[in-house]
């Protein structure tokens, strides 16, 4: 393609679990296995979902 996954994860500076979606939604044409890849992007996302959600809380524990 005209851009590399891993040129468009370095210049946009994004966290380990926003790469892996990036990564397995970009590829998920090209490796023969489509809908493997599309579920790994959704669990990424969840995952991250999850932390965000851990860190807010933590973040208002620390305010208190």
Do not use: C
């Amino acid at each position: 393609g005209k851009y590399e996954v891993i040129d468009v994860i370095e210049d946009w500076d994004l966290n380990f679990r926003l790469a892996n979606t990036i990564k397995y939604i970009a590829r998920h044409m090209h490796k023969g296995k489509p809908l493997e890849d599309l579920k790994k992007a959704e669990a990424e996302r969840k995952k991250r979902k999850e932390n965000k959600t851990k860190t807010s809380l933590l973040d208002k524990l620390n305010d208190e």
